[in-house]
């Protein structure tokens, strides 16, 4: 049965049924993981799946219960579900679960405790380990939708995007500091120089050469490590053609 799911999934890839159906036949063999994996996307086609809901909530306890820290960690949070408590959880889940199971329990955590945003830097960071740029980008999104005001989470989320090629967005996404923080002149020196390296990377990214030198320096005089500036100077000609290099 499992083999013939797995192909009907290739098949129907966005089938709820079909990936819901493949994570009983996964749970039944022991394969708790790539069940868990198979729920959380039959919950993503639809996330009313009640059932999925179900049956991921009670895998990821099977695998607390083969891995004590992570059940006792959760315990501790459950009785007293605070930043402080989270910030434990989190620490727990990212050392004693593999990657793939933290991303699966964050995600879990994320529907269970809506008041507590940070479950997406969370997330961020299991996205992170799993090397899918996409998705970390996706939840620092997320986090600064429900908190506008988080300046590092929001030019972490745009140096994500110039990491990511995407200069154009990470060009909108410092366009909105103004709104959400004020002006950026009036930010602490640290950050102003993240701003202004920020800037360069996008300038350049979109080839204004100019622009780029231009907010290089302003980082430079911010106090930007050198060895920081030089890299990306570096860089920055690197891009330049041949004549206009000389």
Do not use: C, K
């Amino acid at each position: 049965a499992r083999e013939h799911l797995e192909i009907a999934r290739d098949i129907r890839p966005t089938s709820a049924r079909v990936h819901y159906l493949l994570g009983q036949a996964q749970e039944a063999v022991g394969a708790l993981l790539a069940a868990a994996e198979s729920y959380r996307q039959t919950i993503r086609i639809n996330a009313y799946h009640t059932e999925a809901n179900a049956r991921l909530r009670g895998v990821l306890r099977r695998l607390r219960a083969q891995q004590g820290m992570i059940g006792r960690a959760e315990e501790l949070f459950w009785d007293n579900p605070n930043l402080a408590g989270l910030m434990l959880y989190g620490r727990v889940i990212m050392r004693h679960a593999t990657p793939r199971q933290a991303l699966l329990e964050f995600e879990a955590l994320r529907g269970r405790a809506p008041q507590l945003p940070e479950v997406e830097l969370w997330i961020a960071r299991a996205h992170r380990q799993l090397g899918d740029e996409a998705g970390e980008i996706r939840a620092y999104r997320r986090y600064v939708e429900l908190q506008p005001q988080a300046l590092n989470v929001r030019l972490a989320l745009a140096d994500r995007l110039v990491a990511a090629g995407r200069y154009r967005e990470a060009q909108e996404s410092l366009a909105r500091l103004r709104t959400a923080n004020g002006d950026p002149a009036d930010f602490p020196r640290e950050e102003r120089a993240r701003v202004a390296f920020l800037h360069s990377r996008v300038d350049a990214g979109l080839g204004q050469a100019d622009a780029a030198l231009e907010s290089l320096l302003a980082a430079s005089r911010d106090g930007l490590p050198p060895e920081t500036i030089d890299a990306a100077f570096r860089d920055d000609l690197a891009r330049l053609p041949e004549r206009t290099r000389i």
